[in-house]
DNA sequence: ACACTACTTTAGAATCATTATAAATTAGAA
DNA sequence: TTCTAATTTATAATGATTCTAAAGTAGTGT
């Protein structure tokens, strides 16, 4: 009754055992059509909901780290108060919605390229990241 | 022996008064050409070499999160570890060095002005700000 | 199926930047 | 000088994240 399989062999594929936590973060965080933005505490919440079966938070920390590390997620710094992870593991840039601290991603169309015209000496470009911060109309 | 009046008028004018705790902190702030870029905790070890009378680890904070209300600093969040504040706090981007974890301030002319060309119903934008993170050459 | 070992999960403790508290000090006004 | 509100301060509290070390599990080989 599930897709586990890909999940499964994506984990082996990188040298992570498919436990049943992992896999159950896996289908929470991976089967899914548009990106998903969270903090470990949100994702916490939902699988305290859609999870018959308890996973430690210490689980929690210890799997998306580990997904970050094989590159399956992207952490996302915007505030000191919490670290947001992120799907898309695209370069990409973010709208932030201060009203709800919401991230929302930009499509490679909807930003010109950027194009920076200073170089540090000694220093390669690894990334350019664009938030628009975003606020209700009034 | 100092230009302390400038910066006793800056507090008084934006109802502050102009201790000698915040006139300490003012003048390593804001007594510089360049801008500065700075943590807490660096302030805080700053101010305890260059200073004789201790300035208590509360009021570096109350002091530092006042500018920032008056508009004096501006806080930049890069990762969670810390919170950086600039002395900048006009609109503008950063080069941060993964290596050093250093900001460096981007001017007008170094980045073409960014497009946005997608919009949220109900949102308009507050600011737009790119981050180039830059590492070592090899 | 069984045993073995390395990997994983887990509860709870530790960490550490930041924030809150509430008592002592100080600045500005009268 | 006196009075009051603003400020400073030491210290405790908070809370997200990391650490620890003990218990559980997956994969390998027999
Ligand atoms: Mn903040
Ligand atoms: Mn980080
Ligand atoms: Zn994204
Ligand atoms: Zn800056």
Redesign the pocket.
């Known amino acids: 009754m599930e897709n586990n399989s890909i999940f499964?062999e994506k984990l082996?594929s990188s040298?992570?055992?498919?436990?049943?936590?992992?896999l159950e973060i896996c289908k929470l965080l991976f089967d899914r059509k548009k990106t998903f933005h969270f903090?470990?505490?949100d994702l916490s919440k939902i699988l305290k909901k859609e999870t018959n079966?308890?996973?430690?938070?210490?689980?929690i920390?210890?799997?998306v780290?580990?997904f970050k590390k094989k590159g399956y997620l992207k952490e996302i710094s915007i505030n000191?108060?919490?670290?947001y992870f992120d799907t898309n593991t695209s370069n990409h840039h973010h709208f932030l919605d201060i009203d709800t601290n919401e991230l929302i991603d930009l499509k490679k169309e909807d930003v010109d390229k950027i194009k920076i015209r200073k170089n540090l000496p000694g220093k390669k470009i690894q990334s350019i990241e664009v938030l628009v911060k975003v606020e209700n109309n009034n």
Do not use: E, F, V
Request: hydrophobic letters at 20%.
């Open positions: 499964i082996r040298g992570l055992r498919p436990t049943k936590q992992r903090t470990i505490g079966k308890k996973i430690s938070l210490a689980t920390y210890n799997t780290h580990s000191r108060d919490k670290s």
